[in-house]
């Protein structure tokens, strides 16, 4: 009954809020949208989209109150005071409904701020939500505080305060919640009318033009808050343990409670304040925090460094104080809250989320400027970054050896819930958030053209540096957390491919970032065993969720993990270690004993390129890619399987066909991939890929036909395709058949690779067998493509071969290498050929014993082919990663029902 009629007054009181201005001073209005029992799904339901457009387009005021009071919810919760004129059992009942009702003003807040947001442009509140009050407004709230009485809030005793304020030193850093006062903290917000104002038309604007966001920051920190900010981490005597960190602590270096000065000065925006509340609150002793967490202070200053706040035991410290389910609840419900108060970059364009930035991101990944006070997005960064890591990898390692999510993964599935366990829920919202950080671009940091703006920047501050990525760079650095960070990354990865292509896929940037970002980290993660850990699960993913359009920007971020690792010599010999795993049931062919994880990649990459796909799948920007990977590793390949080999030979036929060469200006860079890799393997390691050799031999017609291309044979198929008005090669077959002795090859078992003019991706890699000066070259850009819709290329007309064309790229066709093997080694082995089932047995005998000194070209320097940053993929890894987030926040929608302009959502029937 208690219930039933909490719920009435709640439902009367969001009927109220849309129909009449409420007056702030109604405090006992205001405060049961907080004190009433209700989750998520209760503020979603009792406000819909439409219900909070209309609160936000004809009751901007009562809006503003109500965001008002739910950040003030939030800084009331750091402020448990004690009130002796109340009786000591009165005030143990509002400090228990002190949790519940900071954790109703979050889900309130994460409900609101999409909208928002979503309107800024076309509402003043908006835009006022990042803007300093003015002056006035702040003197006549000032006054109104001191005529007023405090607020009732939820006391402690003073021993349990004392407590809190040692552990959370900047929970009394916050002013007290001002009591409501008819003046407005938010500039340009109206106050509270009887007129309305309709909101505008709604409007399709979407677009997947993905434009240049800045690049990433290299530049040193600033040296005024960078040391205050990211004091060095202490590990505990267990593994993981950074030595580094630990002998660097020092007296001079702990940061004590008398200089932890006020974090949010009067006068702050009220995004400000929400972002700080809620970092505070993250790690707040009895709401997200166990009471444990005491101990787990190390010995030294007091204060020295909140190691002791982390949420999950491997980086930073071995352990942490096992939560209660109710804590990591409030932990997932802060964290949603955050992403909401980070979700502008949604509602811009590509180009114009570049110009803007994220007002939010930014006060969460700058250092403070010079001079002002330390924050709480500054004192708490190194715990959350470590917390936000610890927490998905220690829940991966708890699963044991098994490559299966874990139950609690399932449970909600078969019973038909889109709910999940808490500790579920928290691993993915802290990849989601973990991710979205370590990318994020501040605006005017080093590299990028635009202007700061100075209503919530730092003055006089010439470059702005992302401290999250500079974390992920500079403090991962022993080798015992290096090595627990990538073992405990491959068994998540693992997971990730096991059968739910879905699960924790957001590891995936927060693995691409940190490869990029930390050399020391991708040094351990391609040395031994590590590599394999690394590189079998995303083979399996990659061979997963190719054909699924919803995964291909997984599948993108998969391709150039591998391709970052290619670029390692370490990770190119790690592909000889033996390979025991099953691939006959991922549609690979069956592997024979002896087979190594270099086959593996090999038919992985074959099975991409050759199997046919639907028009617009969006592989085709990937495909010189994966030619890089191959090519990258195979001047490092010791031995290839026959299976392996005859994949390779069989990539050489179809991409020398001409009517495959005719389809595109650039195909026949597919061509020079496939010979490069041919050359690699027979002169750097011709003993052990004897098999490589036959298959070259077998495929000596294939070859001289490439040697003796003429243009008449391609102007053939090009205009047959021209007559087809430009219509794609056709696919016949799957071209996944294993090619044996004597096999012919169709011709119209051909694969639907690109056929059209180049995109712009492809136009980006046009230097990317060109070495650079450092030995190394560019990789292809991503494309600009939606996150959320499959890639489609549009053809810019029929492509005519002309003779410049086919001469300037056949002078630099590295052919002479096979053709010279093929010379030399046909005559003989065709004088063993009986033509009985032992013959291929005789030959490869033939080939192991016999030696080709003399009669090959001089091999030529190794050319290893390095991923470069470039702008294209930052902007689409942005919109990747915000359609994620969009994707998976949908029990309770968070994002959905907002006019969403960063990329295009498409909506199917169920």
């Known amino acids: 009954m208690g219930g039933n009629s909490s719920s009435l007054h709640l439902e009367a009181a969001a009927r109220t809020l849309l129909e009449e201005d409420v007056p702030t001073n109604r405090t006992d209005f205001w ?84 909208f928002v947001y979503e309107a800024r442009d076309a509402t003043p509140l908006g835009a006022a939500l990042w803007r300093s009050p003015p002056p006035a407004a702040t003197a006549v709230a000032e006054d109104a505080q001191q005529q007023q009485q405090q607020l009732p809030v939820a006391p402690v005793a003073a021993a349990a305060a004392a407590a809190a304020v040692e552990l959370n030193p900047l929970a009394g850093a916050f002013p007290a919640p001002a009591a409501p006062s008819t003046s407005s903290s938010l500039q340009g917000a109206p106050a509270p009318t009887s007129s309305t104002a309709s909101p505008p038309p709604a409007t399709s604007t979407a677009t997947t033009t993905m434009t240049t966001p800045p690049s990433a920051a290299s530049a040193a920190p600033p040296p005024s808050a960078a040391s205050a900010a990211s004091p060095p981490s202490a590990a505990s005597a267990a593994s993981p343990p950074s030595a580094a960190s630990a002998a660097s602590s020092s007296v001079a270096d702990a940061i004590t409670s008398d200089q932890i000065q006020a974090s949010i000065p009067e006068g702050q925006p009220l995004g400000v304040r929400l972002v700080e509340a809620v970092m505070a609150l993250l790690f707040t002793p009895d709401l997200t925090m166990p009471g444990a967490s005491r101990g787990q202070l190390r010995p030294g200053p007091p204060l020295a460094y909140p190691l002791g706040f982390l949420w999950a035991g491997g980086l930073g410290c071995s352990t942490a104080p096992v939560p209660s389910a109710a804590q990591q609840t409030t932990r997932v419900e802060l964290l949603k809250c955050l992403l909401a108060a980070c979700c502008s970059t949604l509602y811009e364009s590509p180009s114009d989320a570049v110009q803007v930035g994220n007002r939010a991101l930014e006060h969460l990944v700058c250092s403070s400027p010079g001079g002002q ?30 490559w299966l999510p874990s139950v609690s993964y399932y449970a909600p599935l078969l019973a038909g819930s889109p709910a999940a366990e808490p500790t579920d829920q928290l691993a993915d919202v802290s990849l989601q958030l973990l991710a979205t950080l370590l990318h994020y671009e501040p605006v005017g940091g080093t590299g990028s ?153 090999v038919l992985t990459v074959a099975r991409l390129l050759l199997q046919p796909q639907p028009p617009g799948a969006g592989l085709e920007p990937l495909h010189e890619c994966l030619l890089t990977i191959v090519c990258n590793a195979s001047a490092y390949i010791k031995a290839l399987s026959m299976v392996a080999s005859m994949r390779l030979l069989r990539l050489l036929e179809v991409f020398s066909r001409p009517r495959f060469l005719a389809a595109a200006a650039r195909n026949h860079r597919y061509v020079s ?17 004897t098999a490589v050799v036959y298959a070259i031999v077998r495929s000596a017609p294939a070859l001289h036909a490439l040697a003796g291309l003429q243009l008449e044979q391609l102007r053939k198929p090009a205009a047959a395709a021209a007559g087809a008005g430009g219509a794609g090669m056709s696919a016949g077959g799957d071209g996944q058949h294993e090619m044996t002795s004597g096999e012919e090859t169709p011709e119209e078992d051909t694969p639907d ?39 489609t290329l549009l053809p810019d007309g029929p492509f005519e071969p002309t ?49 080709v000194v003399g009669l090959l070209p001089v091999p030529h320097p190794i050319l290893i082919r390095k991923y470069q940053q470039n702008e294209s993929t930052d902007s689409w890894l942005n919109s990747y990663l915000w359609g994620r987030i969009f994707k998976k926040n949908a029990s309770p929608p968070i994002f959905y029902g907002t006019k969403v302009r960063l990329f295009i959502v498409s909506t199917s029937a169920n």
């Open 373 to 402: 006070q330390l924050t709480a997005a500054c004192y708490y960064r190194q715990a959350l970054f470590y917390s936000l890591l610890n927490v998905p990898l220690h829940h991966a390692l708890e699963s044991g050896g098994s």
């Open 753 to 791: 690779l690109p056929n059209s003019a180049p995109s712009a991706a492809v136009a980006a890699a046009a230097s990317l067998s060109q070495p650079a000066a450092d030995g190394s070259a560019a990789t292809p850009a991503l494309p600009s493509v939606d996150p959320l819709s499959p890639l």
């Open 31 to 114: 405060h049961l949208f907080f004190s009433t029992p209700a989750t998520s799904e209760t503020y979603f339901q009792l406000l819909k989209s439409d219900d909070v457009r209309k609160l936000l387009f004809e009751r901007p005021g009562n809006l503003q109150t109500l965001l008002e009071q739910s950040v003030a919810e939030l800084e009331r919760a750091l402020h448990p005071l004690d009130e002796p004129h109340k009786q000591q059992q009165q005030q143990q009942q509002q400090q228990q409904q002190l949790p519940r009702r900071a954790v109703n003003a979050a889900r309130l807040l994460t409900r609101l701020l999409p």
């Open 803 to 851: 003779a410049a064309w086919l001469e300037a790229w056949k002078a630099q066709l590295p052919l002479s290498t096979c053709m010279r093997l093929v010379e030399a080694l046909r005559p003989r082995i065709e004088r063993l050929v009986t033509g009985s089932a032992a013959d291929e047995a005789h030959i490869l005998d033939y080939l192991r014993k016999t030696t």
């Open 449 to 601: 053209g635009a202007q700061h703006d100075q209503s919530i920047g730092p003055q006089g501050s010439s470059s702005r540096v992302n401290e999250y990525s500079r974390l992920g760079s500079s403090r991962l650095e022993s080798a015992s957390e290096l090595q627990w960070l990538s073992n405990a990354a491959g068994r998540l990865l693992q997971q990730t491919a096991s059968g739910q292509s879905g699960y924790r896929l957001e590891m995936l940037p927060v693995l691409w970032l940190l490869l990029q970002r930390n050399p020391a980290l991708l040094r351990t993660a391609v040395a031994g065993e590590a590599a394999a850990g690394v590189l079998v699960p995303l083979l399996h993913l990659l061979l997963d969720a190719h054909d699924d359009p919803t995964q291909l920007g997984s599948v993108h971020l998969a391709v150039f993990i591998v391709l970052l690792l290619s670029s390692e010599r370490d990770f190119c010999v790690a592909l000889n270690q033996p390979y025991a795993g099953r691939s006959a049931a991922r549609g690979l062919p069956p592997l024979s004993h002896g087979s190594t994880h270099a086959d593996l990649l």
């Open 673 to 689: 991939f496939v010979l490069e890799t041919l050359n690699n393997l027979v002169q750097y390691q011709y003993e052990g890929n």
